[in-house]
């Protein structure tokens, strides 16, 4: 069975700081894709990025840069020179192939990021 | 293009009444999903088709019943609302891993 494990429930930073999430998932297939989404306070899921099993390269968009490493199961996000308009709950999810579970979504816990100014 | 739409936004319930949540896509996506979410618990799968007439359950099923008539609608019903079904709920959609999510229903049974 797939399980994703976000450790950290609340993080909280200061405005123009580095803050990692991390991201912890098990699975048993060897295709499967991993994702990151935003909550913010207005409750909508926010899609930031998906990864398939493959593609281990890391990624940046901007202030978000994403580290992928299967040796450890471990897809960790990490947010450059922090905002305030970052504040939100971030979601880790897993997916694994269609053929092993339609392709179901496997959220961990959340993390509860607050930027104060 | 609407994406996918749930109604209602929000929704009090009285113990034991029952009610349908709507979810409706014009993506023409054949896999939708529900899903609630709770403080401390991320968002749990409840059911969801992989095709109309073709429905399963999640990881949390109890209490709920879901039907799909068509690509387009899958709605979640409760037949006999408890408190511990107060949850916010999702309907999504998706295909080739790209999943796309509704603004959720907050639901609270008192």
């Known amino acids: 069975a797939q399980k994703v494990t976000q450790a950290q429930t609340e993080i909280s930073v200061v405005e123009k700081e580095d803050v990692t999430l991390d991201c912890v998932y098990e699975?048993?297939?060897?295709?499967?894709?991993l994702f990151w989404y935003k909550q913010p306070p207005s409750g909508e899921l926010v899609f930031l990025i998906r990864?398939?099993?493959?593609?281990?390269q890391n990624e940046i968009s901007g202030r978000y840069s994403w580290n992928f490493q299967k040796s450890t199961s471990s897809f960790n996000f990490t947010i450059t020179a922090s905002q305030v308009v970052d504040s939100a709950v971030y979601f880790c999810?897993?997916?694994?192939?269609?053929?092993?579970?339609?392709?179901?979504?496997?959220f961990g816990e959340g993390t509860q990021l607050t930027v104060n100014p | 293009n609407a994406g996918v739409t749930q109604t209602p936004k929000f929704q009090v319930l009285k113990t034991g009444q029952s009610m349908t949540l709507q979810c409706a896509q014009d993506m023409n996506h054949e896999y939708m999903s529900w899903y609630r979410q709770d403080p401390g618990m991320g968002l749990r799968l409840i059911h969801y088709?992989?095709?109309?007439?073709?429905?399963d359950q999640g990881e949390v099923p109890n209490g709920y019943n879901v039907s799909r008539s068509t690509t387009e609608d899958f709605p979640l019903r409760l037949l006999s609302a408890a408190p511990s079904q107060t949850s916010v709920y999702f309907c999504?959609?998706?295909?080739?891993?790209?999943?796309?999510f509704g603004s959720g229903t907050r639901l609270t049974v008192v």
């Open positions: 999810a897993l997916s694994e192939a269609w053929e092993t579970s339609g392709s179901r979504l496997t």
């Open positions: 699975t048993r297939d060897t295709t499967y894709y």
């Open positions: 999504a959609t998706h295909r080739a891993y790209g999943y796309t």
């Open positions: 088709s992989v095709g109309a007439g073709i429905t």
């Open positions: 990864r398939n099993s493959f593609d281990e």
